[in-house]
């Protein structure tokens, strides 16, 4: 049972990065997933989440508008699209399994800086 | 948003040491309150959900308290690899939350 992020990576300030997240070992549809951030050398910051078919989502308010979060389930996979990319944005992002968080993923490292 | 905190934010304690770390919210959340532990260049690691539920897995030297606004996490006997970083969370309200984290470190 894991999870596995990809798609981090140097941007510059307003660009744009698509991350993903590969389930394995169980089945995604029976679960919300979502992401949470850490900024370097700082605490853990909640991002987005979404529900087992991708019907309902949330947003801390800092990136509403900017990200997106998406799953296939068909693949079981969850995504985050992450727009207008601020230097705020850096962190090391994790994906989530379930609405009180059960599983972490390892982490990939976004850093946005000219 | 509500806000969490937590008490202390750093613990030096001793292997064998009864630990209890604090986590309040601003505003009552029922139980809907995890706790993390997370190691330095590491993922977080889930250990309790809905206050005082262990995750599979959890050793059963660590257990949760609390309702409404005030949480404890315990560890009943400190073992060397419990040296880390802990966070709780709530998920009652969005945004979901986090507290500052409490360190616990070699005395």
């Known amino acids: 049972v894991q999870l596995v992020e990809s798609g981090g990576g140097l941007v510059q300030p307003g660009g744009s990065l698509r991350l993903s997240c590969e389930a394995s070992?169980?089945?995604?549809?029976?679960?919300?997933m979502g992401w949470v951030r850490q900024a370097p050398g700082k605490g853990l910051e909640w991002v987005a989440n979404?529900?087992?078919?991708?019907?309902?989502?949330n947003y801390l308010d800092s990136v509403k508008g900017r990200f997106t979060i998406s799953r296939d389930n068909a693949k079981n996979s969850l995504h985050l699209q992450m727009n207008s990319l601020r230097a705020e944005d850096t962190a090391v992002y994790y994906c989530t399994r379930g609405y009180g968080i059960a599983l972490w993923g390892q982490g990939t490292l976004v850093t946005v800086s000219s | 948003d509500i806000q969490m905190t937590q008490s202390p934010s750093s613990l030096p304690a001793s292997v064998g040491d009864r630990v209890t770390i604090t986590c309040r919210a601003s505003?009552?959340?029922?139980?809907?309150l995890a706790w993390f532990q997370q190691k330095p260049g590491k993922a977080p690691k889930s250990l309790i959900f809905?206050?005082?539920s262990l995750q599979s897995g959890v050793p059963s030297r660590f257990s949760g308290s609390g309702f409404g606004t005030d949480f404890t996490l315990t560890i009943s006997s400190l073992q060397p690899e419990d040296f880390a970083t802990y966070y709780c969370q709530q998920y009652n309200n969005y945004p979901f939350t986090f507290g500052p984290g409490t360190k616990v470190d070699i005395k």
């Open positions: 809905v206050a005082s």
């Open positions: 979404i529900n087992e078919d991708g019907s309902k989502n």
């Open positions: 505003q009552g959340i029922n139980n809907n």
């Open positions: 070992g169980f089945t995604l549809n029976a679960y919300w």
